[in-house]
């Protein structure tokens, strides 16, 4: 087996701007990662037709733009990194298929959140999309394609790369070694719990702040933010290990914890003023983002440039990897 470099491959679907959940979880390690690794970042707009369809995909090209400025503002770098949008290199279509050749379908019929995504769109396993169950494929797909070797991904994405282990041995065992096993990497993240101080931080649950908010939406948002359930009276102490506020200071007013501890646990101060303070360390910790972010948008045609020339690069290993499948595979190449 031609042994690559060790190469990080993830990628995102498009849901438009990110949140300060996304920055401090996925994203943020993205960026570290390109340190150390050569590394693929994705956007998957085919993976995000497969639960959405007509009118509704009309969102995708706006989201993958708003997208691609906070991966950009944020420090994914187009320089050392490949970026670039999933369907803008087809190849990945034709490995998917070529894969579901060696995948059982009772393989994709187990994986759980097949299951819970038919239960969440009222489907049957009858009236599913053929390309619903293929998911994990083209997810596979995604990760071989590149030869990647590293997916960091959260917590949930494990089942799929459980199932993109078991389709590469099968792959490597029937046509001989071609592809690394992906390996998961799993970083430890925090969960951020969103404004209700409940749920995960998340879009759909509207309990979010967005990165590319500004300074006066942060303050709006920050101040419907729930905090102590049982601080009820403003002369009562606050307790900072059961609210979310003060997990969200650990992030973005690292040098003032001790002082926002002190201060709320002797009632010295009220929620307000600490959604205040809170919402001045988001602002100030995302201005330089914010102000990249300006900067981007301000400059006609970038951002699809960057995304075109990341596809140009992306191709290069695909044509050469899907290549060396159709050869192994039996394929002829006599008309490419
Ligand atoms: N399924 C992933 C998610 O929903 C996104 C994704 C698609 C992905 N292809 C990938 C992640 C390849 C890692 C590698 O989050």
């Known amino acids: 087996m031609d042994m690559v470099q ?22 943020g390690n993205w960026v570290a990662l390109q340190e150390e690794y050569r590394c693929i970042y994705c956007i998957v707009d085919v993976h995000a037709l497969t639960d959405m369809q007509g009118e509704a995909t009309r969102a995708i090209q706006p989201n993958i733009r708003e997208m691609a400025l906070d991966w950009l503002a944020a420090g994914i770098d187009p320089e050392k990194s490949i970026v670039f949008v999933q369907s803008h290199v087809p190849e990945v279509m ?7 050749m060696v995948t059982p379908l009772g393989w994709l019929m187990r994986v759980p959140t097949f299951k819970d995504k038919v239960r969440q769109l009222s489907e049957t396993e009858d009236t599913v ?20 070797n590293t997916v960091p991904v959260g917590e949930d994405q494990v089942p799929h ?5 078991e389709i590469t041995r099968r792959f490597n065992h029937l046509y001989g070694p071609t592809f690394p096993e992906p390996q998961a990497r799993l970083t430890e993240f925090p969960l951020i719990l969103g404004l209700d101080g409940k749920q995960k931080m998340s879009k759909s ?5 967005e990165l590319a908010a500004t300074p006066e939406e942060t303050r709006t948002r920050v101040g419907t933010a729930f905090t102590d359930p049982q601080r009820l009276r403003r002369t009562d102490p606050g307790r900072p290990e059961v609210c979310n506020v003060y997990t969200l200071h650990r992030y973005f007013n690292p040098d003032r914890l001790d002082e926002v501890y002190q201060r709320c646990t002797t009632a010295q101060m009220g929620c307000v003023e600490d959604k205040r303070l809170l919402a001045d360390g988001i602002n100030k910790t995302l201005e330089p983002f914010r102000e990249r972010r300006r900067e981007m948008v301000g400059r006609a045609g970038y951002v699809q440039e960057m995304l075109r020339d990341g596809a140009r690069r992306a191709q290069v ?15 002829s190449e006599e008309a490419l």
């Open 94 to 100: 034709i490995l998917q298929t070529l894969l579901g």
């Open 205 to 209: 649950l509207d309990n979010h702040i």
């Open 6 to 27: 060790r190469r990080v491959f993830s990628g995102m679907r498009p849901s438009g701007r990110l949140h300060l959940g996304n920055y401090l979880g996925a994203l």
């Open 317 to 331: 290993i695909a044509r050469e990897t899907l290549a060396e499948v159709r050869q192994k595979m039996g394929l």
């Open 161 to 165: 790369l459980e199932l993109a282990r």
């Open 129 to 148: 999309s053929y390309g619903l169950v293929g998911y994990p494929v083209l997810m596979t797909a995604d990760v071989l394609l590149y030869k990647a």
